[in-house]
Structures are given as structure tokens and as C-alpha cells.
């Protein structure tokens, strides 16, 4: 298993340009996460989704929207890509009650 | 609601020093407790577990008891290794819902 994946590694993004970042995970677990953290901070829940077609709002979902269209992607969507989102995003699955994570994709917005 | 409160770092140690990073938690019900450890450049990866009171999680060295009566899940090592340096975060699982709670997180340095 290749557990989850995220891609971009990196991204540079210029201020009102958009962005998706791709997760996907191959171990069928049904419930998926994005958070973000920003440097030297702990990690805020932006959305979550408990299966295919249902999402749900975390504690930051202002500026970013989501879609579970199968069980394996959970693609977190930037419209306007302000300098506020610049941190490192995480997604996750969750099983049996522990997370798995994904490698982090470090976002830039100047 | 579920809280999780953990001591604010960064802890500097020196090599073979004896760890802990405190926690404390606030949850209805019976919820699980985790330590996930993030080392630099990388993503969260889960350290320990324990699902009910009494329980102690163990890996790598680290240990912790979920403690019902005091609500506490400290991290323990009796001697940690300058490759232990990285951010600590204590979380638990409420069984009531679809979300893990995180701690703020501890930084751990250790210097050889």
C-alpha cells in the first residue's frame, strides 16, 4: 500500500490564482481530512469527509472548498489564494480511530 | 467540548536525558488517546495508543499510561537520542464522532 499521497510537494502560488491540491489513499478507509499547520503551530481541521459524496466543515473551511466524488481522492480545492493560506496542508485517513497522514504539501502565496 | 492540553515547548535536553511531555485531556465518554510524533519536513506519523483507562502505549522507547483519574496521557523515555528531536503531539478520539483532537504540539531538541 502507498498509504497517502499528496501532490504537490511544493507550490508558489501568486495572490487571487487557483490551486487543487490532490490526496488520494488506497487503503478504503471511508473517513478523510485536510488540515492545515501553520510554522512553528499545531494543526487546524479545514474539512472532512466520513465517505464518497458527503463533506463536512472543520474549524477553517473559509477560502477553500472540497469533494469526495470516490472513496480514494479527497481533492482540496484554493479559488483566491490569499497570503493567509500560506502553510503546509496535510490530508489524512482515519481507521479504527488512528489518522494516517499524508507527506505535506508546502503552499506559498505572494 | 473534547480538549486536549499539552506543555509548551520547545524542551531542550541533552542526550540520554530522561523525558516528559505532559498532557491532559477533556472529554465526555471514553475516549481514545494517541502520541503522534512529526519529524522535520514530514508528516504526522502515530508514536503510541491506548484505548482505555490503564492502558500503557509503548514504541521506540516512549511509553505513556492513560490515566482516567488524573484525565492525563504524559510521554515518557528514560533516555532520549539526539535522532528523538522532533514535535510531539498528544490527541485523543472521541467515540461520538468523526474527529481526532490535537494538541498544540511540543518541540523537542535533544543535544548530543
Known amino acids: 500500500n502507498a498509504g497517502v499521497t499528496q501532490t504537490p510537494k511544493f507550490r508558489i502560488l501568486k495572490i487571487g490564482q487557483s490551486m487543487t491540491l490532490q490526496c488520494a489513499q488506497d487503503?478504503?478507509?471511508?473517513?478523510m481530512y485536510w488540515y492545515r499547520q501553520d510554522p512553528g503551530m499545531g494543526l487546524k481541521l479545514i474539512y472532512y469527509?466520513?465517505?464518497?459524496?458527503?463533506?463536512d466543515k472543520g474549524e477553517v473551511p473559509n477560502g477553500y472548498n472540497v469533494s469526495r466524488s470516490t472513496t480514494e481522492d479527497f481533492p482540496l480545492r484554493l479559488e483566491l489564494a490569499a497570503p493567509s493560506q500560506t502553510s503546509v496542508y496535510f490530508c489524512?485517513?482515519?481507521?479504527?480511530?488512528?489518522?494516517?497522514f499524508g507527506p505535506g504539501t508546502r503552499l506559498t502565496v505572494t | 467540548g473534547d480538549s486536549v492540553t499539552q506543555m509548551e515547548g520547545p524542551v531542550t535536553l541533552s542526550e540520554e536525558a530522561f523525558l516528559t511531555i505532559n498532557c491532559t485531556y477533556t472529554?465526555?465518554?471514553?475516549?481514545?488517546l494517541f502520541w503522534y510524533v512529526q519529524y522535520p519536513g514530514e508528516g504526522l506519523q502515530l508514536l503510541l495508543k491506548?484505548?482505555?483507562?490503564?492502558d500503557k502505549g509503548s514504541n521506540k522507547g516512549f511509553e505513556a499510561t492513560y490515566r482516567k483519574e488524573t484525565t492525563s496521557f504524559h510521554l515518557e523515555k528514560g533516555s532520549v537520542q539526539v535522532s528523538d528531536s522532533a514535535v510531539y503531539f498528544c490527541?485523543?478520539?472521541?467515540?461520538?464522532?468523526?474527529?481526532?483532537?490535537f494538541g498544540k504540539g511540543t518541540r523537542l531538541h535533544i543535544l548530543p
Open positions: 489524512a485517513s482515519l481507521h479504527r480511530g488512528e489518522q494516517y
Open positions: 469527509s466520513v465517505g464518497a459524496g458527503i463533506t
Open positions: 491506548a484505548t482505555k483507562a490503564d
Open positions: 472529554a465526555t465518554g471514553y475516549p481514545s
Open positions: 487503503m478504503n478507509h471511508n473517513y
Open positions: 490527541a485523543l478520539s472521541s467515540n461520538r464522532d468523526d474527529k481526532i483532537i
